[in-house]
């Protein structure tokens, strides 16, 4: 149990100051004239992607360990996906009279998520 609790806190710490750092870096960079959530988006597709290219890669992997998949999947890749921040950011977008970015925030999220699973479920396999 302990060893599940290191790898959870390991990988969750390492996942939202990864979010963290990518969502100021792309909001500092090109999102700051914008009242759209560029570093978030950019966060939950990338990490729909890693999520379906690595579990398709480590899903045959016999040394691929409880622990290890704690930490990526629940750990890093829960805290560096970020649709609790997602569902905030959209609401603001309404709050503040921007319906259609709103609606583009939820529309490409849900599309670009969903491409880039399968994108990374695909890389898996070739690999």
């Not at 149990?1 to 990988?11: N, R, V």
């Not at 909001?27 to 978030?40: N, Y």
């Not at 480590?58 to 040394?63: G, I, L, N």
């Amino acid at each position: 149990m302990l060893k599940a609790i290191a790898s959870l806190m390991l990988g969750g710490s390492l996942g939202a100051l990864s979010r963290w750092g990518l969502h100021y870096w792309i909001d500092a960079k090109w999102g700051s004239q914008s009242p759209f959530p560029w570093g978030i988006l950019l966060c939950n597709v990338l990490g729909c992607f890693l999520f379906g290219w690595l579990f398709t890669w480590f899903e045959d992997q016999e040394w691929f360990s409880n622990a290890l998949q704690l930490a990526i999947f629940t750990g890093f890749l829960g805290s560096f996906t970020t649709f609790s921040t997602f569902g905030w950011n959209t609401l603001e977008l309404i709050r503040f009279g921007h319906l259609g970015l709103a609606l583009a925030n939820v529309g490409v999220s849900v599309i670009a998520g969903l491409i880039a699973v399968w994108a990374g479920m695909s890389l898996g396999r070739a690999l």
